[in-house]
């Protein structure tokens, strides 16, 4: 077949000639189209100052050239016609004279119509390509095919995207279309996982990893794990285990293979190019879970942040992302939305978020700081994820926080008002909880809502003091707490010494008090006693209310430690010192009398020393 279709009248027979020539230009296998064959669309849409469209098959060969934009009359079904639920098995090219890529309404009509496996657009000025866009078929329901677009991206990060892998996950819903009616709905994962000195169990970790995947919608189903001393720079687990991977994948009908540590961008390139398969990091199935559970619009902003900065070095132009878009675990935004996978886009958004995000920084700071002028001592509840912080804070002060036996229940912070044994009000924060290998991104993304944590005055580390491997969670939690503090330059040093202590009491400035949970349901009196050896320190169940009353008395003392009430007298000679008092101490009210002015305070320990001079007596004769 060497015809040219469409709209070729009044187009010399030399230039047809050369047209024709076209259809002896293949693609190679895994490409969508060559660089040679988009030079030439690009010249003869700028000569003829029309659209070309070319129609691939998956072999690679050129089955169809057309000039002109009427796609859908022309192609007559050159291959003769696939079952309904069965894509069409050709990929449709064509060029946009304007230099625009992105997909008009009739590429969308026609794409819907024909079934392409592919509808790619070239947007062409002066003999070059400027920008591509493309669209595929992403689902079928209430009876019509549902389309998502990509773009615009550059050419080169496009012209090496391998789509085979996206093409036969949509077939292969497309088969399932009666009973799914979107893509994707349950995906089977294999955890893969590698044993290091000095590292968590792997058995322990796996397990952990599963409940994740599980958390975030899949099933788990099988594991593989490899000792080494360290991670393959190229595949991460040795090149072996690829094969038995593979075989596993296959034996097990799973459709995600989801890795124990962060891999690096070329790792899960290897590999997602090795398996055939989606690869997705622990890193990656965080974000989703986080993605899925983000509530406040804040929350949701740092979780999109944190997914954009973890695919941007992703978007290698090696369909690493592209091979994703069917959509599943990794693809999901904290919106309804797909995430976004163009780098131009990526960027400006993220430029956007962070902008936003500040803004919400600085209303919680003022928020702080009102709170701060109320005087009252803030604790906040830390921990990893299912510890109960959420049963405790709801427990305490009679809040509805959401609690649940999940990992990651609660994204958003809540501040709840406390009364303490004495009568005094704390306020109580529940937060995030944290997990082993937290994401950078993450934490960096969280920055805002965790500085309840660092601002606090006293930190309540929740332990579930039934889970196994609770020590260890107890020094992940520490592993956290500590990149939060260097990020803030407090107590760094401090916090390195307490990661391997399970308890440590004043981390750097800040007191930290350990409160070990569900002792319902740790019916071994020795093990209690043994945690209770550790200084500050408390055993309760947040569910039964057990020794709730001691965890009370223990805050009334760590309040009281935190600060000391003082009447100071200060000259008005230096009456600037009272509006220095109030940035740091809780001043509780001032008087002016004719010696100076009398103010009322709860000074932190460690600004005692300044004010030393000024203390006119615990109780000033008023
Ligand atoms: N048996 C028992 N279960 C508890 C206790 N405290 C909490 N739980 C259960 O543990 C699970 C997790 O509790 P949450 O309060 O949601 O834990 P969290 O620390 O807030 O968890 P994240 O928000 O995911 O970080 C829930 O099913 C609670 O009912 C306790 O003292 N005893
Ligand atoms: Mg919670």
Redesign the pocket.
Known sequence: MTEIYGETHGIKQSIISTLERIYDMSVPHGQTISLELAGALAEFTTLLKREIAVYINRRGLIIRITVGDARTVSLADPEGRRALNRLSGIRCIHTHPGGDSRLSSVDAASLKEMRFDLMVALGVGKNEIREVSFGYISGYKQDSYEIQTVGPLDINDFIQADFNYLVSQIERQLENREKASELLETERALTVGIERQGDWDIHDSLTELGQLAETAGAEVAGSVWQKRSQPDPAFYIGKGKVQEINLLRQAKGADIIVFDDELSPAQQRNLEQALGSKVIDRTALILDIFAQRARSHEGKLQVELAQLKYNLPRLGGQGLVLSRLGGGIGTRGPGETKLEVDRRRIRTRITEIQREIETHKKHRKLHRERRQESRIPTIALV??????????LNKLTDASV?????????LDPTTRKIRLPNGKEALLS?T??FIQKLPHQLIAAFRGTLEEVVQADLLLH?I?A?HPQYQQQSDAVYEVLKELNAVNAVNAVNAVNAVNAVNAVNVGKKPIFTVF?????QDNPAVIERMLREPSSVA?????GENLDKLLDMLEIGTKRYSRDAVLLIPYAESGLVAELYETAIVNRTEYRPEGILVFASLPIETRGRYETYVAGDEYNV
């Open positions: 921990g990893y994820t299912n510890a109960g912080k959420s049963t405790l959401l609690a649940e036996d999940k990992l990651f229940a609660t529940d995030v909880g929740v579930d039934s949970n569900k002792i319902d349901k309760v169940s947040a569910l039964t």
